[in-house]
Protein backbone atom coordinates (compact mmCIF):
# COMPACT_ATOMS: atom_id res chain seq x y z
CA UNK A 1 0.00 0.00 0.00
CA UNK A 2 0.80 3.69 -0.71
CA UNK A 3 2.03 5.65 2.16
CA UNK A 4 3.31 9.37 2.98
CA UNK A 5 5.14 11.01 5.26
CA UNK A 6 6.20 14.05 6.33
CA UNK A 7 8.41 13.51 9.30
CA UNK A 8 8.19 17.58 10.81
CA UNK A 9 4.65 18.23 12.22
CA UNK A 10 5.54 22.14 12.58
CA UNK A 11 8.26 24.12 11.22
CA UNK A 12 9.15 27.92 11.92
CA UNK A 13 10.81 30.64 8.98
CA UNK A 14 11.22 33.99 9.34
CA UNK A 15 9.96 36.22 7.27
CA UNK A 16 11.70 36.87 3.52
CA UNK A 17 13.83 33.85 4.05
CA UNK A 18 13.44 30.07 2.63
CA UNK A 19 12.47 27.08 4.28
CA UNK A 20 11.88 23.21 2.84
CA UNK A 21 9.13 21.33 3.97
CA UNK A 22 10.20 17.33 4.00
CA UNK A 23 7.88 14.68 2.32
CA UNK A 24 9.15 10.90 1.51
CA UNK A 25 6.53 8.11 0.15
CA UNK A 26 6.59 4.75 -0.43
CA UNK A 27 5.32 3.16 -3.83
CA UNK A 28 6.19 0.34 -5.95
CA UNK A 29 4.35 2.23 -8.92
CA UNK A 30 6.28 4.04 -11.59
CA UNK A 31 3.49 6.19 -12.72
CA UNK A 32 1.98 8.50 -10.28
CA UNK A 33 1.86 12.00 -9.46
CA UNK A 34 2.74 13.80 -6.48
CA UNK A 35 1.33 17.20 -4.98
CA UNK A 36 1.81 19.56 -2.35
CA UNK A 37 -1.46 21.20 -0.76
CA UNK A 38 -1.84 24.08 1.43
CA UNK A 39 -4.89 24.95 4.03
CA UNK A 40 -5.06 28.22 5.46
CA UNK A 41 -6.43 29.29 8.42
CA UNK A 42 -9.69 29.59 6.29
CA UNK A 43 -9.31 26.09 5.89
CA UNK A 44 -9.62 25.87 2.13
CA UNK A 45 -7.49 23.36 0.56
CA UNK A 46 -5.26 24.71 -2.36
CA UNK A 47 -3.21 23.05 -4.75
CA UNK A 48 0.32 24.76 -4.40
CA UNK A 49 2.24 22.37 -6.98
CA UNK A 50 1.61 18.93 -9.08
CA UNK A 51 4.76 16.72 -10.20
CA UNK A 52 4.05 14.22 -12.49
CA UNK A 53 6.49 11.02 -12.09
CA UNK A 54 7.60 10.10 -15.34
CA UNK A 55 9.12 14.04 -15.39
CA UNK A 56 12.53 14.52 -14.11
CA UNK A 57 12.07 17.70 -14.45
CA UNK A 58 11.15 19.65 -10.79
CA UNK A 59 7.94 21.72 -10.94
CA UNK A 60 8.38 25.42 -10.13
CA UNK A 61 4.77 27.63 -8.90
CA UNK A 62 6.65 31.23 -8.17
CA UNK A 63 8.18 31.21 -5.19
CA UNK A 64 7.53 27.75 -4.55
CA UNK A 65 9.38 24.83 -5.87
CA UNK A 66 10.12 20.70 -5.81
CA UNK A 67 12.58 18.49 -4.84
CA UNK A 68 11.50 15.65 -6.97
CA UNK A 69 14.00 12.45 -6.40
CA UNK A 70 12.31 9.15 -7.50
CA UNK A 71 14.70 6.88 -6.67
CA UNK A 72 15.13 8.16 -3.21
CA UNK A 73 11.13 8.62 -2.92
CA UNK A 74 11.40 11.83 -1.93
CA UNK A 75 9.80 14.93 -2.58
CA UNK A 76 10.62 18.47 -0.97
CA UNK A 77 9.00 21.46 -0.91
CA UNK A 78 10.87 24.96 -1.15
CA UNK A 79 9.18 28.71 -0.49
CA UNK A 80 11.11 31.09 -1.03
CA UNK A 81 11.20 34.61 0.16
CA UNK A 82 8.63 33.68 2.60
CA UNK A 83 5.55 35.95 3.36
CA UNK A 84 3.06 35.86 6.53
CA UNK A 85 0.39 34.49 3.98
CA UNK A 86 2.35 31.39 3.68
CA UNK A 87 1.47 30.41 6.99
CA UNK A 88 -1.01 27.42 6.55
CA UNK A 89 -0.67 23.55 6.93
CA UNK A 90 1.00 22.38 4.17
CA UNK A 91 0.08 18.87 2.93
CA UNK A 92 1.97 16.13 0.83
CA UNK A 93 -0.03 13.96 -1.24
CA UNK A 94 0.64 11.09 -3.99
CA UNK A 95 -2.05 9.62 -6.40
CA UNK A 96 -1.90 6.71 -9.14
CA UNK A 97 -1.80 7.83 -12.59
CA UNK A 98 -5.38 6.77 -13.60
CA UNK A 99 -6.59 6.28 -10.42
CA UNK A 100 -6.97 9.86 -9.02
CA UNK A 101 -7.97 9.17 -5.32
CA UNK A 102 -5.58 10.87 -3.36
CA UNK A 103 -3.43 9.92 0.00
CA UNK A 104 -2.32 12.53 2.00
CA UNK A 105 0.56 12.89 4.81
CA UNK A 106 -0.28 13.95 7.85
CA UNK A 107 0.95 17.49 7.17
CA UNK A 108 3.15 19.90 8.01
CA UNK A 109 2.54 23.34 10.09
CA UNK A 110 4.32 26.53 8.97
CA UNK A 111 4.59 29.32 10.93
CA UNK A 112 5.80 32.48 9.54
CA UNK A 113 7.62 34.58 12.10
CA UNK A 114 8.06 38.78 11.29
CA UNK B 1 -19.92 31.48 -6.32
CA UNK B 2 -17.94 28.79 -5.64
CA UNK B 3 -17.04 25.57 -8.71
CA UNK B 4 -17.48 22.88 -5.15
CA UNK B 5 -20.21 24.01 -2.93
CA UNK B 6 -20.63 22.15 0.45
CA UNK B 7 -23.62 22.78 2.67
CA UNK B 8 -23.89 22.88 5.72
CA UNK B 9 -20.70 25.10 6.48
CA UNK B 10 -20.93 24.13 10.01
CA UNK B 11 -23.10 22.16 12.24
CA UNK B 12 -23.79 20.57 15.70
CA UNK B 13 -25.76 17.61 16.42
CA UNK B 14 -26.04 14.64 19.02
CA UNK B 15 -25.35 11.62 19.49
CA UNK B 16 -27.32 9.25 17.35
CA UNK B 17 -29.09 11.71 15.06
CA UNK B 18 -28.84 11.14 11.20
CA UNK B 19 -26.69 13.91 9.26
CA UNK B 20 -26.09 14.67 5.63
CA UNK B 21 -23.25 16.78 4.33
CA UNK B 22 -24.24 18.06 0.66
CA UNK B 23 -21.58 19.24 -1.91
CA UNK B 24 -22.48 20.38 -5.38
CA UNK B 25 -20.48 21.40 -8.21
CA UNK B 26 -20.51 23.26 -11.69
CA UNK B 27 -17.14 22.07 -12.38
CA UNK B 28 -19.04 19.75 -14.66
CA UNK B 29 -16.43 17.10 -12.96
CA UNK B 30 -17.39 13.31 -13.24
CA UNK B 31 -15.44 11.91 -10.29
CA UNK B 32 -16.14 13.37 -7.10
CA UNK B 33 -14.40 12.51 -3.67
CA UNK B 34 -15.78 12.95 0.07
CA UNK B 35 -12.72 13.15 2.79
CA UNK B 36 -12.26 13.41 6.30
CA UNK B 37 -9.76 15.62 7.96
CA UNK B 38 -8.88 14.70 11.92
CA UNK B 39 -5.79 16.85 13.68
CA UNK B 40 -2.92 15.41 12.91
CA UNK B 41 -3.77 12.74 10.94
CA UNK B 42 -4.31 14.50 7.49
CA UNK B 43 -7.39 13.60 5.22
CA UNK B 44 -8.92 10.52 4.79
CA UNK B 45 -10.79 9.16 1.79
CA UNK B 46 -14.53 7.81 2.69
CA UNK B 47 -15.87 7.60 -0.34
CA UNK B 48 -15.60 8.41 -4.23
CA UNK B 49 -17.61 8.04 -7.37
CA UNK B 50 -16.25 7.94 -10.84
CA UNK B 51 -19.50 8.92 -12.36
CA UNK B 52 -23.39 8.61 -11.47
CA UNK B 53 -23.73 5.02 -11.61
CA UNK B 54 -20.43 4.42 -9.72
CA UNK B 55 -19.32 4.50 -6.14
CA UNK B 56 -16.84 2.80 -4.49
CA UNK B 57 -15.68 2.73 -0.93
CA UNK B 58 -12.84 4.57 0.69
CA UNK B 59 -10.65 3.99 3.44
CA UNK B 60 -12.50 4.59 6.04
CA UNK B 61 -16.38 4.24 4.83
CA UNK B 62 -17.33 2.20 8.08
CA UNK B 63 -20.44 4.65 9.47
CA UNK B 64 -20.97 6.55 6.46
CA UNK B 65 -23.03 6.06 3.42
CA UNK B 66 -23.31 8.42 0.25
CA UNK B 67 -25.55 9.24 -2.64
CA UNK B 68 -24.44 10.31 -5.83
CA UNK B 69 -28.09 12.25 -6.96
CA UNK B 70 -27.02 13.84 -10.14
CA UNK B 71 -23.46 14.31 -12.09
CA UNK B 72 -23.25 17.65 -9.98
CA UNK B 73 -24.32 16.53 -6.82
CA UNK B 74 -23.03 13.87 -3.95
CA UNK B 75 -24.22 13.69 -0.54
CA UNK B 76 -22.80 11.94 2.63
CA UNK B 77 -24.65 10.56 5.11
CA UNK B 78 -23.82 9.40 9.26
CA UNK B 79 -26.94 7.32 9.67
CA UNK B 80 -26.43 7.56 13.54
CA UNK B 81 -23.89 9.81 14.24
CA UNK B 82 -21.03 9.41 16.81
CA UNK B 83 -18.79 11.48 18.81
CA UNK B 84 -15.67 9.92 17.14
CA UNK B 85 -17.06 10.99 13.61
CA UNK B 86 -16.30 14.82 14.94
CA UNK B 87 -14.56 16.14 12.17
CA UNK B 88 -13.64 18.11 9.02
CA UNK B 89 -15.11 17.03 5.67
CA UNK B 90 -14.38 17.44 2.47
CA UNK B 91 -15.76 17.24 -1.03
CA UNK B 92 -13.68 17.35 -3.70
CA UNK B 93 -14.32 17.05 -7.94
CA UNK B 94 -11.67 15.93 -10.85
CA UNK B 95 -11.84 15.22 -14.29
CA UNK B 96 -10.02 11.91 -15.00
CA UNK B 97 -5.63 12.71 -14.73
CA UNK B 98 -6.83 16.19 -13.33
CA UNK B 99 -6.30 17.34 -9.90
CA UNK B 100 -8.83 17.64 -7.22
CA UNK B 101 -11.08 20.80 -6.46
CA UNK B 102 -12.07 20.79 -3.35
CA UNK B 103 -14.95 22.41 -1.06
CA UNK B 104 -14.36 24.94 1.14
CA UNK B 105 -15.48 21.91 3.97
CA UNK B 106 -17.99 21.01 6.36
CA UNK B 107 -16.71 21.20 10.26
CA UNK B 108 -18.98 18.69 12.24
CA UNK B 109 -19.12 18.50 15.99
CA UNK B 110 -21.09 15.42 17.25
CA UNK B 111 -22.06 16.15 21.19
Known amino acids: AQTVTQSQPEMSVQEAETVTLSCTYD???????LFWYKQPPSRQMILVIRQEAYKQQNATENRFSVNFQKAAKSFSLKISDSQLGDAAMYFCAYSLHGDDKIIFGKGTRLHILP | DADVTQTPRNRITKTGKRIMLECSQTKGHDRMYWYRQDPGLGLRLIYY???????NKGEISDGYSVSRQAQAKFSLSLESAIPNQTALYFC??????????FGDGTRLSIL
Open chain 2, 49 to 55: SFDVKDI
Open chain 1, 27 to 33: TSESDYY
Open chain 2, 92 to 101: ATSDRFQPQH
